[in-house]
């Protein structure tokens, strides 16, 4: 597991500020296939803004952010999944359709929308506008575009928040098989994944 | 070319999901047309001589109706993140929308441009040339209203900023629109006109997606 053929993320002597506010800085770390890392720190310490430095919507102030060997945009366009706060759902559509462009557009393999449907326990849901759909649902639907385009990057902004306990346990053993199938995962979180994970802690580094 | 379709599709479906934008927009464009009779004098002396014009300017309007729409609620719900990690570069997201755009609001809307310049005493003769010179209006629209989407990203009031951003850039599409029907009027011949408005198409659409991407990309940041 410590060749360098299995990174995945690779982040070098980053410094990332908004406005006038340096978040962090010098802040070095690699994920690697198989491994999840807890994103930690207080609010504003600068979880989401990593994640979307890491996602090309943030450009950094100094350092470097890799995907061991592959090209950025094309680790940031084929292989990576970003779920943030906003499920990027449209309200007037049906499930199964936000369902099917999402998957689509990200690159479903075959039987991927079906196996994303069982997956998130969806089928009860397909014909319902997302706008009729609660919090935890819209999250359901959201991780479901994950399983049905296989992707092996995973940024999570606090993936399970909307979640009940059970589905909370549900969504980690779906977190565990991307882990297994050599996927990684990098999550901001506030509660712990249900998964061991290695801990990095923004608060520490500003 | 399959993400290009179903992003294209999602677009268009859009587009006449949630309350049949494309015909509040021909609406509108009516309205407008029947407003300058009573507004002007209804003599044909008068009105005959400005139905291209008007015609004109009621397409511009009405192709802003649908524009705040075309990528804020995107970035609201957050597809906009979507869209970018997606495997087509943002420079064809927004021609694939800008495309959607023309298909959905621009097509209806110079199918009705004959309508309204009709009722305003243009000679039926002209009806062809006033849809084909507005199907091609209506794309330089398009790719501009799109620009104009992007950059007013973010901004409260996006709708009125737009319509500050772009109506000044419909200028060059109004005036030779407008300018090839009346030529046709005089019996001219209209390609010149026609000529330049696609000349403007044409470099909308190369410098819109370009700039729009850039500005989509600030917003994102």
């Known amino acids: ?206 | 070319m399959r993400a290009a379709s179903i992003l294209f599709r999602r677009e268009l479906s859009l587009s006449w999901s949630g309350g049949g934008g494309p015909l509040l927009a021909c609406g509108f464009m009516l309205c407008l047309t029947a407003i300058l009779p009573l507004a002007a004098g209804a003599e044909k002396v008068v009105l005959s001589p400005v139905a291209p014009g008007m015609a004109w300017l009621a397409l511009a309007l009405a192709s802003l109706l649908s524009l705040e729409r075309l990528f804020e609620r995107d970035l609201e719900d957050g597809a906009l993140d979507l869209l970018a990690t997606g495997p087509l570069p943002l420079e064809a997201v927004v021609v694939i929308k800008a495309m959607a755009q023309w298909l959905a609001n621009g097509l209806p809307l110079a199918l009705t441009a004959p309508l309204a310049a009709l009722s305003l005493g243009l000679p039926l003769t002209l009806v062809p040339l006033t849809a084909l010179a507005a199907a091609l209006g209506a794309l330089g629209f398009a790719f501009t209203g799109a620009l104009g989407a992007a950059l007013a990203l973010g901004a409260k009031r996006g709708g009125l900023l737009i319509a500050i951003v772009v109506l000044p850039l419909f200028i060059p599409p109004v005036v030779f629109g407008a300018g090839a029907l009346t030529r046709a009027a005089q019996d001219l011949p209209p390609s010149p006109a026609l000529a330049l408005l696609g000349a403007y198409v044409l470099f909308t659409a190369a410098l819109s997606p370009l700039a729009g991407a850039a500005a989509i990309r600030n917003a994102q940041s």
């Open chain 1, 1 to 206: 597991m410590s060749s360098q053929d299995d990174i995945l993320i690779a982040v070098s002597a980053l410094r990332l500020s908004r406005g006038e506010r340096t978040l962090f800085r010098n802040l070095s770390f690699t994920v690697r296939a198989g491994e999840a890392v807890a994103l930690t720190g207080v609010n504003g310490a600068g979880k989401t803004s990593l994640l979307r430095a890491i996602a090309g919507f943030i450009r950094p102030d100094a350092g470097q952010i890799s995907f061991g060997g592959i090209e950025p945009t094309e680790a940031r366009s084929r292989r990576m999944h970003l779920l943030g706060h906003l499920d990027g759902l449209k309200g007037a559509r049906t499930a199964r359709e936000e369902l099917a462009f999402q998957a689509r557009w990200l690159g479903n393999d075959a039987d991927g929308e079906v196996r994303a449907i069982t997956a998130l326990g969806l089928a009860p849901l397909l014909d319902l506008e997302t706008r009729k759909l609660s919090a935890g649902q819209r999250r359901r639907l959201a991780i479901a575009r994950m399983i049905a385009a296989p992707r092996p990057i995973w940024l999570l902004d606090e993936p399970l928040s909307p979640l009940d306990a059970d589905w909370r346990a549900r969504v980690g053993v779906l977190m565990r098989a991307h882990l297994d199938d050599g996927g990684s995962i990098l999550a901001a979180v506030h509660d712990p994944l249900p998964l061991p994970t290695h801990a990095l802690d923004l608060g520490a580094t500003a």
